[in-house]
């Protein structure tokens, strides 16, 4: 296994992890939210799966985007179900990109997001985008408990 596999790996248990506890949560607490100011269930879940869209864009652009036309903006609402297969074509032109890399190319490719304060290698962007889902996962799980809900058993 390469770099590239392992990195596709970890993509696909990081959304593995993600999906389960998101159908976890109860339909009627998608709109569940910790206060007026934060994300709420299903906005979080958006969030992420627009959020990669964005990555995959910037990391051809080899960097931040100026103009980012998202085609996850003005979609309604609905399930987890619906969110994640309107999102299904984004992420397999996203793995397509990851999987046209090199492992040289994960060293080589520079990303520049300096308006975000940083600049990396392109194996270190591959992995903070996972890692960036993976932080809203944990804060779903807080979401769930602070909102009383049981929460599923991700680590298997």
Known sequence: ??????????????????I?????????KLTWKPDDEAMNCIEMIRHVLESEHYYHLALINRGSLSEFISPFENRPFTTVSAELEFAEPYRNKFFDTINSFSEEDLTNIKIDRSDS???????????????????????LLDYLRTAGVPRIRIWD
Request: glycine fraction near 6%; aromatic fraction near 8%.
């Open 20 to 28: 389960k506890v998101w159908t976890s949560i109860p339909e009627e």
């Open 117 to 139: 304060g940083y600049i990396r290698d392109l194996g270190d962007m591959l992995l903070r985008i996972a890692y960036h889902e993976s932080i809203h996962t944990g804060q």
């Open 1 to 18: 296994m390469n770099s590239i596999d392992l990195i596709i790996l970890n993509f696909n248990e990081v959304r593995r992890r993600s």
